[in-house]
Structure formats: structure tokens, C-alpha cells
């Protein structure tokens, strides 16, 4: 599997891609895997409920989006390397995350779930063939390849902790 191209994805998703310093499933897995787990199990729930501005998303908010988003792109990989390429639609992560009701759950509870999901999410994509992996299908709307799918599922999680270490805890 080499690392996705331009053309594999919707310009939008090149930033998440770019967030991923690895040329291949097993490497992001190896290198990233440890310090998401740790990242989030670092921190404090007292804080979960805390958001750095009126009208933004809370940490608990902001993980559920993740858990959410995470379910979706890896709906995305099964569905495309098993050659259903049926379009799939677009999500909006302000209706998913209103409709969530994340500040009404265990934020110790949403982290077990977050750290089922990881494990599960790299168990199904370290089992893709690199025949998989070239799948590719329309998402969004987009001609998106299983390979890039895979790196946005990284990226975004990156993504999300970049922002989290900048606007909350280093305001909390």
C-alpha cells in the first residue's frame, strides 16, 4: 500500500491525510495506536464537560464526534473494500453531535467505547488485502480509494487532538 495520492480523495480530506507520517497500515497502527490511547486516557474527566468558548463543542462533545466519525469512515472502508460501491452520503457533524446528547453520558464510559472502537478499527484495517485497499467508491460525493479512508480515519483523530492540546488544555 503506498501512501494516498490527490486524486484518491476530495481535496477537503488532504489535510488529514498530510496529518499521517506513515506509508502503510501497519506502520500508522505501530506509531500511532499508543499515543492516541494515551493521549485520551490523560485526560482529567473533571474536565470533560469543559468547552474553550460559548457555542463550541465540549471535550465529551468533541469525543463523541470523534467515536462518530471514526464508525462512519471505517462504514466507508467496509463498504468499498468488499466492492459495494453503492454512493454513500455525506454525515453532518453538527446534527450527529446535537442529536448525541455526549453531556448526558460517562465521559469514563465514552472512553471505553472510544478505546473498543480504536482496537476494532485497527483489527479490521490491518486484515485489508492491498487489493482492498485500491478499492474505491463515491462518498459525499467524492471518488474516495479504501487507502485514503484510511489515512483521513488517522488524520482526523490527529486532527482533533491538535485541537484539542491547543484551544482546551491550554486554556483549561
Known sequence: MARPQPNDSAEFYHRYIEQV????VKEIVEKYNNKIISFFQRIDSEKADYAYAEGKWSIK??????IDAERVFCYRVLRFSRKDNQPLLS??????????????RDFKEMLEEFFALRKSTDLFYLSLTDEQLK??????????????LV??????LLHHMGILKERYFSQA
Open 91 to 104: 454525515f453532518d457533524e453538527n446534527i450527529y453531535v446535537k442529536n448525541s446528547l455526549a453531556s448526558k
Open 135 to 148: 478499492e474505491t467508491g463515491i462518498a459525499s460525493g467524492w471518488s474516495v480509494t479504501v487507502t485514503a
Open 61 to 66: 462533545e468533541l469525543l463523541q464526534h470523534i
Open 21 to 24: 507520517q506513515a506509508d502503510n
Open 151 to 156: 489515512f483521513i480515519t488517522y488524520g482526523h
